[in-house]
């Protein structure tokens, strides 16, 4: 019923940037509500996932603390496309990052993920 694809997921040098995209796919009959939120979220081995950004149907948006004023969420028009721009990569910053979706929170449907890596 619905399907996210992540692309964008590659190597870069520290200080380096990086576009994330996400793009839903949907067959058949869905409620709209469940892309009322998306989001990414990251989880590197060994640690928590975690969630990077969401973004509401209405365009509010929320960043961990650790990507405030680094990263920037945003999504299209029909609201079945998020984007994740990332700046001033870090190492630490090294993940597999999920897009998601959900009703309340973006947790409802999920990609399979891209590699983020940040080194030298």
């Known amino acids: 019923q619905v399907q996210l694809v992540e692309s964008g997921g590659g190597l870069v040098q520290p200080g380096g940037s990086l576009r994330l995209s996400c793009t839903a796919t949907?067959?058949?009959?869905?409620?709209?509500?469940?892309?009322?939120?998306m989001g990414w979220y990251r989880q590197a081995p060994g640690k928590q996932r975690e969630l990077v950004a969401s973004i509401s149907r209405g365009g509010s948006t929320n960043y961990a603390d650790s990507v405030k004023g680094r990263f920037t969420i945003s999504r299209d028009n029909a609201g079945k496309q998020v984007n994740l721009q990332m700046n001033s990569l870090k190492p630490e910053d090294t993940a597999l990052y999920y897009c998601?979706?959900?009703?309340?929170?973006?947790?409802?449907?999920w990609g399979q993920g891209t590699q983020v890596t940040v080194s030298s």
């Open positions: 949907v067959s058949g009959v869905i409620f709209s509500s469940i892309f009322n939120v």
């Open positions: 998601s979706c959900g009703r309340m929170y973006p947790n409802d449907y």
